[in-house]
């Protein structure tokens, strides 16, 4: 029930200015647009001051986006209440065609005071940096796979095949150093992607040193630690779980999480007629891409590899337990969906579904005493 000592404020916030609106408390309380005020923190403060003054509860929201949790942080040091909306899960009537800052303001007070948006969870600043340092790392990895892709093209247009084993190592750069062209201007162009992909490459290297220094110091580093008892799971993926899901126990239940991730099947049902199709994909696809390229690993049979086994020694007993059970129930369901035909793509999403439940509830156990 809403109490009519509170007042729903609505930001539609932007680089350089927020459009605000305010709802009163109760079924029949005043909504008014209030005018455009700058981003700067001084600005916000004057607000939040101007709106105080009335007495009531103040309550503030704003959409999800480029700009960030810091008016949040700033409301919250204030001493008031404000939610991040999800962007996605707005209400949107079919007929609107208009659409501008203090339409969204208004309509933003209005919803929040009737409970009809959803809150995102916010990380604190430690947990941001983190994310910060890992999707910067995502981002250094695309630019390396692309500049690679540069020079493969470059070498099958010019017929230079490599006949060794494994690219990218001692072996390959040094044959490629030693190519030959008809052309000194070639021979330029090569030098000049491999120094590109080797710059790429160190800032890779670089990103990943200051993911293990930032863990020092993060909270979550122990079930970060604990995710790493599982195969196919090592330090970016177990890393880049934590930072994109956050708070595990926020979710009640692994399917929970599942469809937060996007990883359950997506069903268009009505009447006696039900129909699923293929996974709805509406969580974060970085995680996604991450338990995919971990269930990958469960195509072969359950065996403890010895640098896992060196790895992971020191942790609980129930940690390496579930670890076990993990990779001795994922092996067995990729085999049995692979036998009654289905695609191994399918049956590795199948994988990392499953592989979900496993990592909520190694994440959720309790840290090592020391």
């Known amino acids: ?37 700058r981003s700067d923190d ?7 001051r101007k709106l105080e003054r009335s007495g009531a509860r103040l309550r503030f929201c704003y959409e999800a986006g480029p700009t960030g949790y810091g008016l949040e942080r700033l409301i919250e040091e204030l001493g008031h ?43 604190d600043e430690t947990h941001e940096v983190m994310r910060d340092l890992v999707r910067a790392r995502e981002a250094a990895v695309k630019d390396r796979t692309r500049k ?7 070498l ?39 120094v590109a992909e080797t710059q790429s ?6 990103l990943d040193a200051a993911i293990e220094d930032a863990l020092l110091d993060w909270p979550l580093a ?73 269930a990958w690993t469960y195509r072969y049979p359950a065996r403890m590899g010895k640098e896992k086994y060196f790895a992971t020694r020191h942790l609980p007993e129930a940690v390496r337990e579930t670890a076990w059970k993990a990779q001795a129930r994922l092996t067995k369901r990729y085999r049995a969906l692979t036998a009654r035909g289905k695609r191994s793509t399918v049956a590795v999403t199948a994988v990392a579904r499953e592989l979900v439940g496993f990592m909520w509830a190694i994440a959720l156990m309790e840290p090592m005493e020391v």
């Open 1 to 37: 029930m809403v109490d009519c000592n509170e007042m729903f404020v609505g930001m539609d916030v932007s680089k350089d200015r927020h459009a605000v609106a305010v709802t009163e408390g109760g079924r029949d309380g005043e909504v008014r647009y209030h005018g455009e005020i």
């Open 42 to 48: 001084a600005c916000v403060r004057r607000l939040v």
């Open 81 to 123: 209440e404000c939610a991040v909306i999800a962007p996605s899960l707005i209400p949107r009537r079919p007929g609107e065609r208009v659409k501008t800052n203090r339409r969204d303001a208004v309509k933003l007070a209005r919803l929040f005071r009737a409970g009809e948006l959803t809150e995102i969870w916010t990380p």
């Open 148 to 154: 690679r892709q540069e020079i493969r093209s470059f």
């Open 156 to 194: 099958l247009r010019h017929g230079k095949v490599f006949l060794g084993q494994k690219t990218w190592g001692t072996k390959y750069f040094k044959w490629l150093h030693e190519l030959s062209f008809g052309w000194p201007g070639q021979t330029v162009v090569l030098h000049e992607m491999i």
């Open 201 to 206: 490459r160190e800032r890779v290297a670089r």
């Open 222 to 294: 122990p079930a970060v630690e604990r995710l790493q008892a599982l195969r196919g799971v090592g330090l970016i993926a177990a890393v880049t779980f934590m930072v994109e899901v956050g708070d595990v126990r926020r979710f009640e239940n692994p399917r929970r999480l599942m469809a937060y991730l996007g990883l359950v099947p997506s069903e268009h049902s009505t009447g006696d007629s039900v129909r699923r199709g293929g996974i709805t994909k509406a969580g974060n696809a970085r995680v996604r891409r991450v338990l995919a390229e971990s």
